[in-house]
């Protein structure tokens, strides 16, 4: 069914059609509406003109390991693996695929990132040139009201205490991360979005 809301002065009316569904597309009311939708669902796609000499058959490869998602996580865990590969000796394919146009697009984010982990995954992350650039020098905290601002304490070994940590565009940190990880022999394949 379709539904148009007619205004004629100050009434509206209310109008009714009924879809009829063609090859062609929705026909309403002696009009014949082009078909909007390629969802195999609606209309299947042997049925549908617009797909004959497609070929819809999909790529297939293969990986020892696939991560979905080349934010700061499955990065991390792609060169984790390669670093223990090379350790072992043991060659193993790892790829990483990621729905945005490039790795760190969709990280847009501006952070504070406590570099531990970083310490770990790469001690010589400075010779590396890491993005890293802005070390926080001051914390403060505040209880705002309407008119007012309170200051409050900060505690050491709080997350809100964040000496010896670094103020960081994370788009950028990830975009460092996936140039390290290709490096390091890991695929990463951007504009991939996974399906399963």
Known sequence: MM??????????????????????????????????????????????????GIDMSREADEC???????????????????????????????????KAPEVGAHTLSGAVLEPRALNELFPDWKDREAPLHTPVTSDSMYFLTEKRRFPLPIIPGLPMHNHGNYVVRLGNFVRWLGEQAEALGVEVYPGIAASE
């Not at 002065?9 to 082009?34: E, F, K, Q, Y």
């Not at 696939?66 to 934010?71: C, R, Y």
């Not at 990065?75 to 193993?92: F, V």
């Open 64 to 98: 020892d390991v696939l991560i979905v998602g080349a934010g700061p996580a499955g990065l991390s865990a792609a060169i984790r693996l390669m670093q223990l590969s090379e350790e072992s000796g043991e060659e193993i394919r790892v790829c990483v695929v990621d």
């Open 3 to 52: 539904l148009r809301i007619l205004k004629q002065g100050s009434t509206v009316a209310l109008r009714v059609s009924r879809l009829i569904h063609s090859s062609h597309g929705l026909r309403a009311g002696g009009v014949t509406h082009p078909q909007i939708t390629t969802h195999y669902s609606v209309v299947p796609r042997h049925n549908d003109p617009r797909w004959e």
